[in-house]
Nanobody, 122 residues
Framework: QVQLVESGGRLVQAGGSLRLSCAVSGRTFSSHAMGWFRQAPGTDRDFVAAINWSGGSTFYADSVKGRFTIYRDNSKNTVFLKMNSLNTEDTAVYYC???????????????WGQGTQVTVSS
């Protein structure tokens, strides 16, 4: 089994930055692709970013490209999402997820964290 715990979400002003962390338990972290998704009230869970097992390949939603960066530290079983130039449309619960192969669809991910709230004020 793989367990994921997100942290780092908070209230931030528009234009600000945050770094989310996702700590992953289990010896197989380095073999999993990792993704970040977000869900605002009344909407579907949307893809934000994904990274392959080695960190050598990354993928981003168009809405965050150039502002967000996903990276991982396999020695610490942690994946990060650095978010810059935040705007009110980034307000959502952010989830990290693990998959055997890097994917952009939420249904492709096997394990999920509980989420961390990011609120961007104008």
């Amino acid at each position: 089994q793989v367990q994921l715990v997100e942290s780092g979400g908070r209230l931030v002003q528009a234009g600000g930055s945050l770094r989310l962390s996702c700590a992953v338990s289990g010896r197989t972290f380095s073999s999993h692709a990792m993704g970040w998704f977000r869900q605002a009230p009344g909407t579907d869970r949307d893809f934000v970013a994904a990274i392959n097992w080695s960190g050598g390949s990354t993928f981003y939603a168009d809405s965050v490209k150039g502002r967000f960066t996903i990276y991982r530290d396999n020695s610490k079983n942690t994946v990060f999402l650095k978010m810059n130039s935040l705007n009110t449309e980034d307000t959502a619960v952010y989830y990290c997820a693990a998959s055997g192969v890097v994917r952009v669809g939420a249904a492709e991910y096997d394990f999920w964290g509980q989420g961390t709230q990011v609120t961007v004020s104008s």
